[in-house]
Structure formats: structure tokens, C-alpha cells
């Protein structure tokens, strides 16, 4: 990818039509009425900072960087990549701040941050009994109030008051709304070869431990809201509620039954009334029947071609829905032929319900555009309901 901004070959007129087009799709689609799949893309800061040409490092540590990188990378990303969003400049910029390890530092754990690569957190090195001890006397606000990413929001909004970007205002995201997920931030602070020996031999342990993962997650929710909005957050709210959790794929449904989901339940539960979603990558299929039946969820994003999507449509009955996603490395490196195939075999006729399937293709700094495009018209090609 160039370090260039550069719109694409679209005219004017075609984007203006494109976009039309989009917003008509949508509208069927919130009434489930499309007639045809919905096909977008999406990419993050490996993208973004080949196209500012700034390292991982400079990214998470600079403001100047970090708010330059996400604006001129936001803006190669609507000016060159066709799909079924809505292409050209936004109304509005919306920023958020990428530290995706602010939950672990939260926790106290130390994140390695690389110039060539995401930044990646160590587990802490406690024994079971002073991990609980070490958990339950985190004071949430004292640690949102000195955290890096704090101070990166502040900068932000310093530097975004009153700015516009090719024509349009720009707007900094409150962060730590959500988690990542309970399961997963577990893992990670545990370590994972960890965590399973501890289910295996202490479920006590790990059910006193998820129990304050849990917590605490509710309560750094918050208090990044007291830090910066200087009010409570009334929970639950009148709305819905999603997270990730991706470190799901390592269990079977019988071990997250017994040790997730009551934890699941009880941040789902305090967060939010309405409907409840959740992410989540990798072979995690094994847990859709118990989410949907038990935790409530009627929409899951991230499964990939491996998951047989007109199955779980259909077994999981009206209320349930897919956002999935191509295989992210057949739109990197995979042929014509192969992308077209991907798509045929996602787009299955029992798949193509109106309202309840779409599909979403990741980029990352090395996905060719043209790959995209094929894998567009493909979308367009056979999900035609």
C-alpha cells in the first residue's frame, strides 16, 4: 500500500450513486428486507501507519502521531476501499484511542511495546492466593486516573478542539466503555497453559478469580466514566451490550458452561437491558448453542468460513443473527479463483436470510486492493437472495 493518499478511480458521480445504493441496502437490512448480502471491510492501525509511515511505538506513545495516523489512514481507507460502507469523507471523525492493553494495565500487567508489531501484555507472576488478594484491592478510579491512556484521551481532545480534516469536524471517543472479553482478559493476566491447570485443579480458585476479573471489569466501566464525565454511570442501562471474547475457542461448551457463563451473565446483566451481541474469532462454534439459549445472545460477529452459518441460522431460530467474516488470509495472499471460491461457499442459499447475515473482510498493511475488489464483486455476485 502507498504511503500516498490517493482516491481510487470512482467518479464523483459513481460514488455519489455507491452511496445511495449503500444507505438503500442498510434500510432493507434493519427491516430484513435486503436483497442482496452485505458486503464491508474494515483494517486498524497496522494499515493506518503504513499509510502515515510511522512505527507501532510512536503510534501508541505520540498524540501528535497517534491522532494523525487514524485521520490520514481513516481517509486512505474511504477514498480507496469499495464495499457496502458509506464511501467518501465522513460527516464527522470519530477517534478512539488504540491501546488495546488498557484493560491489562489496568490490572497491573507489564505491556511490551514493540516499534514493528501490536503491543502485547506479560502475565502476572502471583500465586493463587495473593492474585486474589492482589485483584481485590485495585482501586478502579485511582488506576483509570493514572493510566497512559488517560493521558493519551487528554492530548487528543487538546489537540482535536476545534479541528476539522478535509473538511470535517473531528471528534475523540470516550474510551473504556467495554471489555475484550472476561474469559480472555483471564487468560492473559493468568497466562493460559496457567489458567487451564488452575480448572483443572482448583476450580475454587478459578471461580473466586473470574468472579473478580468480572468486577473489577464493571468497575473500571465506571470509573472511566466518573474520571471523565465527573458523574455515576447508571447501570444497567436502557440499551444493549456486547464485548468480545475470543479466548472461548480454548474450551469445550461443557467447561465454559461451568465456569464462564455465570460471569457473563453477571456483566451482561449490569450492563445493559437490551440486546446482547458478542464477538468472537476462531473455532468457537461449540459455544453458540449455550450463548444463544442461555446468556440471551441474538448476534454474533467474527465467525469465519469454517462455520456452517445457514446451520446455526436456522437452528437458532428468527431472533438470531451472523456478522461474519471472510478468511482474512485468502484476501491476503489467496488467487481470483480462490477468493470467488470463499465467497460462493460463505454465500449458501440457506445463509442469505434478509437481516441476518452479513459478511466483513480484514485488512491488513499487505492485503493487495485488488483482492478486495474481487472479493466484492464476488459478495455481489452470489449474495443475491
Not at 449503500?22 to 497496522?46: G, H
Not at 440486546?275 to 450463548?291: F, I, K, T
Not at 442469505?352 to 475488489?373: V, W
Amino acid at each position: 500500500m502507498n504511503k500516498k493518499i490517493e482516491y481510487n478511480d470512482i467518479t464523483q458521480a459513481d460514488s455519489s450513486q455507491h452511496k445511495k445504493d449503500v444507505e438503500i441496502l442498510w434500510s432493507a437490512y434493519s427491516r430484513k428486507e435486503n436483497q442482496r448480502v452485505p458486503i464491508t471491510f474494515a483494517c486498524d492501525e497496522q494499515v493506518w501507519l503504513k499509510v502515515s509511515g510511522h512505527t507501532f511505538h510512536e503510534f501508541y506513545a505520540i498524540p501528535e502521531i497517534h491522532l494523525k495516523t487514524q485521520l490520514e489512514g481513516k481517509l486512505w481507507f474511504c477514498s480507496n476501499v469499495i464495499g457496502d460502507m458509506l464511501p467518501g469523507v465522513p460527516e464527522r471523525w470519530y477517534i478512539g484511542i488504540q491501546h488495546w492493553m488498557e484493560e491489562n494495565e489496568f490490572f497491573g500487567c507489564d505491556v511490551i511495546y514493540q516499534d514493528d508489531d501490536y503491543a502485547w501484555a506479560m502475565p502476572l507472576q502471583l500465586n493463587r492466593v495473593d492474585l486474589l488478594h492482589y485483584l481485590s484491592d485495585i482501586d478502579p478510579i485511582e488506576r483509570v486516573q493514572k493510566s497512559r491512556t488517560l493521558k493519551m484521551y487528554q492530548a487528543l481532545k487538546e489537540l482535536a478542539n476545534g479541528m476539522t480534516f478535509a473538511g470535517s469536524p473531528v471528534e475523540i471517543v470516550r474510551p473504556g466503555g467495554g471489555t475484550h472479553g472476561i474469559f480472555t482478559k483471564a487468560v492473559e493476566i493468568r497466562g493460559i497453559e496457567q489458567l487451564c491447570l488452575d480448572m483443572y485443579d482448583d476450580p475454587d480458585f478459578v471461580e473466586k478469580y473470574l468472579h473478580l476479573i468480572t468486577e473489577k471489569t464493571i468497575e473500571r466501566i465506571k470509573a472511566w466514566y466518573k474520571v471523565i464525565c465527573e458523574d455515576d454511570l447508571q447501570l444497567p442501562s436502557e440499551g444493549g451490550f456486547g464485548c468480545a471474547d475470543d479466548s472461548l475457542q480454548l474450551i469445550s461448551d461443557e467447561t465454559y458452561e461451568k465456569f464462564v457463563l455465570p460471569h457473563h451473565e453477571y456483566l451482561y446483566s449490569a450492563m445493559g437491558k437490551g440486546a446482547r451481541g458478542m464477538h468472537l474469532c476462531g473455532l468457537s462454534s461449540q459455544h453458540y448453542r449455550v450463548l444463544h439459549d442461555k446468556l440471551k445472545i441474538t448476534a454474533i460477529d467474527g465467525p469465519g468460513p469454517f462455520v456452517d452459518h445457514g446451520y446455526y441460522l436456522r437452528e437458532l431460530g428468527p431472533d438470531f443473527s451472523f456478522s461474519a467474516q471472510t478468511d482474512h488470509s485468502i484476501l491476503l495472499n489467496g488467487s481470483k479463483d480462490e477468493i470467488e471460491s470463499m465467497m460462493q461457499k460463505m454465500l449458501k442459499p440457506e445463509a442469505k436470510i434478509p437481516g441476518r447475515f452479513s459478511i466483513m473482510g480484514f485488512l491488513n498493511s499487505n492485503t493487495p486492493l485488488h483482492n478486495m475488489q474481487i472479493c466484492y464483486d464476488a459478495g455481489q455476485k452470489y449474495g443475491v437472495i
